[in-house]
């Protein structure tokens, strides 16, 4: 089971296994630049306070990147694969083991927004994260939301 990051600008709560409702947090980037921003790296540290917790019931942290429709699709490629990197080299310096986390670049593939080509869009210069955990933790998940469940509290439906 992985949790993949729809659209979000600000840092919801932390994901649980099973809890696939949860949203991730996203880096956005100036144009032509894989350098982080300070808000960036602060909601950055919180996801990896939170999945340092984590750590040994997760199998992998999937880091994305990804580009606006400006330049050659060449440049698309290593901008992409810049930000991926940038955003997986904070996330091991501040702790997550890099044996989890790996950083791949999307280019402009799967925009948050669709444009024509050569269109600058701030929305698609960006980072996504995915977490895959153990499939003991999601075990263990699902039988504390089953549990929930028979004893009549709620749980998220999404």
């Not at 991926?84 to 989890?100: F, K, N, Q, T």
């Amino acid at each position: 089971m992985r949790f993949v990051v729809a659209a979000a600008l600000a840092l919801a709560a932390v994901p649980e296994p099973a809890a696939a409702c949860q949203q991730l947090p996203m880096a956005f980037f100036d144009f032509g630049s894989a350098a982080l921003r300070g808000h960036e790296i602060a909601r950055l540290r919180y996801f990896a306070d939170q999945m340092r917790v984590q750590s040994g019931e997760i199998e992998l942290i999937e880091v994305v990147g990804h580009s606006d429709r400006t330049g050659s699709p060449a440049a698309r490629e290593r901008i992409a694969r810049r930000r991926a990197e940038a955003v997986r080299d904070l996330l091991v310096s501040l702790g997550l083991p890099a044996g989890i986390v790996s950083a791949s670049g999307a280019a402009d593939r799967r925009p948050l927004a669709e444009t024509d080509d050569h269109v600058r869009e701030p929305q698609n210069r960006r980072v996504e994260l995915a977490v895959t955990f153990t499939p003991q933790a999601r075990a263990a998940a699902a039988a504390r939301r089953e549990e929930a469940i028979a004893r009549g509290e709620g749980v998220p439906m999404c």
